[in-house]
């Protein structure tokens, strides 16, 4: 196993420097369930299971775990890729080799080890590699659900993660933290299955606030907007929305000197006016 080496410095640096990568990437983050979980988080320890869909995940809980939640993370990460980005280690991410005998289980008696304060965190993808989203139910390995049985006093969170093109250049990066799991859920001989079924669940919330969002199909006096949808499919739990960074002002000027040179010209009127009948 690949141990964490994290530093309190690089993590904010690097942290930092993820958030500005993907506001200049995303339009916008839109994540539901923020509050609940920094709540959650600081009366104990929680273990955060999440789908795999993009390499922007990475990331993506980099920038939950530290700037937006502001708890100690710790994450599982393959070990041949720890290796090849040595510096993930220094915020947090410890790697399994499940190639080494023995590797896959001393990563899980460690995760299992971590969460043992409030505030500590412990992320962890359990289908183990990027899977698309309309992979339904997502498969979970049985990883995650020995660390929830080793560490009895973490909860079990489920997270959903999804990156949707829409109606701008951009995308949206879309995020759903569910509530906990039920404890008898979280310490059952299936637990990793109960864990799939509660993501798959977040995966259907960010689905139906992506309909919502569309602009709506009615026309006319009393039909919905699509932020009246977003609102009302998201009652209790609405989806914050953290706006990116506005493209460039060069980018915006270029688009509008290239609307102007390729505008339409009117055909000019034969001699002598229009013609008569």
């Known amino acids: ?14 942290a930092g420097q993820a958030q500005q990568r993907m506001a200049r ?3 916008d983050l839109r994540i539901a369930g923020l509050e609940e979980t920094r709540a959650l988080a600081a009366r104990g320890p929680l273990l955060i299971v999440a789908n795999h ?3 922007w995940d990475a ?4 920038v939950l775990s530290q700037r937006l939640l502001a708890v100690d993370g710790y994450a599982f990460m393959e070990g041949e890729n720890l290796r090849r980005l040595p510096f993930f280690a220094k915020v947090g991410a410890f790697g399994v080799d499940t190639r080494v005998p023995g590797d896959a289980a001393a990563g899980v008696r460690h995760a299992a ?3 043992d304060r409030a505030g500590r965190v412990v992320w962890i993808f359990p289908q183990g590699r990027e899977r698309p989203i309309t992979e339904r139910p997502p498969r979970f390995e049985r990883g995650a659900r020995t660390i929830a049985r080793l560490a009895r006093g973490a909860r079990t969170v489920p997270l959903a993660l999804r990156y949707e093109f829409g109606e701008d250049e951009r995308p949206t990066a879309w995020a759903s933290f569910g509530p906990p799991l039920p404890v008898e859920e979280g310490l059952a001989r299936d637990a990793h299955q109960h864990q799939a079924r509660a993501v798959e669940g977040e995966l259907d919330r960010i689905e139906r606030a992506v309909r919502a969002a569309l602009p709506a199909p009615l026309s006319g006096p009393g039909a ?4 009246e949808v977003l609102a009302s499919v998201d009652e209790g739990r609405p989806f914050v929305i953290l706006p990116g960074r506005p493209p460039s002002a060069w980018a915006a000027l270029a688009t509008r000197i290239l ?3 390729t ?11 229009p013609a008569r009948r």
């Open 1 to 14: 196993m690949i141990a964490a080496r994290k530093s309190a410095r690089f993590e904010r640096w690097f």
């Open 25 to 27: 990437t995303f339009r």
């Open 53 to 55: 869909t993009s390499w």
């Open 59 to 62: 990331l993506y809980v980099l």
């Open 113 to 115: 080890r971590l969460l």
């Open 224 to 227: 919905p907007s699509g932020s």
């Open 259 to 261: 609307a102007w040179l």
């Open 263 to 273: 505008r339409p010209h009117r055909a000019p009127l034969p001699a002598g006016g």
